[in-house]
């Protein structure tokens, strides 16, 4: 059964072309050219993934990110005409999975939304296996981590993130490896998404995000989970 996509985008040509290419890809792609249609439809479907403008005519894309971010972890992948990386920031902090500036190739979107849909690979326990450490449980099959029981508030990608962490606990993995893991692709030598995605992890697993315990930077080599079972 092919993947659902809803693409909120108010350029109608820009639309169709990216709805025909992805359809091409296998995908069931819906479209809507409002920020009040599109939250509609998702009120009233199943996606597996959002592709949303940041200008819309009846709103701001980082508001119905803000907006889907407060009811679910759907993945949502941001597109903008404008190039000040501080959207993009903006953006990864509210809880979009990726960021693609205009103009862009429809094969790059495609590529990116396969990453975002892809799971996080690993190590040779089974797909199943839940990591327990502490009071934090990393329960892959469900792809949700859990605070003293509680679902935490992560993005699918932030998941991956610390699902990649987590399986490789006591091991730093630098922000190469850390993007291979999980989208498959090279990091840019200017990307600092990792960073936003890391600190906004901290923000809900830690108990001090400002003084980290389970997430540890190694300066000059990357991020480290650190295998504690009393926090």
């Known amino acids: 059964m092919p993947q659902t996509l809803l693409m909120i985008e108010d350029d109608t040509r820009l639309a169709g072309m990216v709805v025909d290419y992805l359809t091409h890809a296998g995908f069931d792609v819906a479209h ?34 803000r907006q889907i971010r407060g009811t679910s972890d759907l993945p949502v992948v941001m597109l903008t005409a404008r190039g000040d990386p501080t959207d993009r920031i903006v953006g990864l902090e509210l809880g979009a999975d990726d960021y693609l500036p205009k103009p ?14 892809r799971r996080p690979g690993g190590d040779h326990r089974p797909p199943g296996a839940t990591l327990r450490f502490g009071r934090l449980e990393i329960d892959r099959d469900a792809r949700q981590a859990r605070l003293d029981g509680l679902a935490c508030a992560l993005t699918s990608h932030q998941f991956a993130l610390l699902a990649a962490l987590g399986e490789r606990a006591g091991r730093v993995l630098s922000r190469e490896q850390l993007m291979d893991l999980v989208t498959g692709e090279p990091l840019d030598a200017f990307d600092r998404s990792i960073d936003v995605h890391i600190a906004r992890i901290r923000a809900v697993i830690e108990v001090d995000p400002k003084h980290p315990r389970r997430i540890i930077t190694v300066r000059g080599a990357g991020y480290v989970f650190a295998r504690l079972q009393d926090a």
């Open 32 to 65: 809507a050219e409002t920020a009040a249609d599109g939250l509609a439809w998702l009120a009233a479907h199943h996606a597996d993934l959002v592709i949303l403008d940041l200008m819309l005519p009846d709103g701001n894309g980082l508001d119905v990110c």
């Open 104 to 117: 862009f190739e429809a094969r790059e979107l495609l590529a990116r939304i396969r990453a975002v849909l």
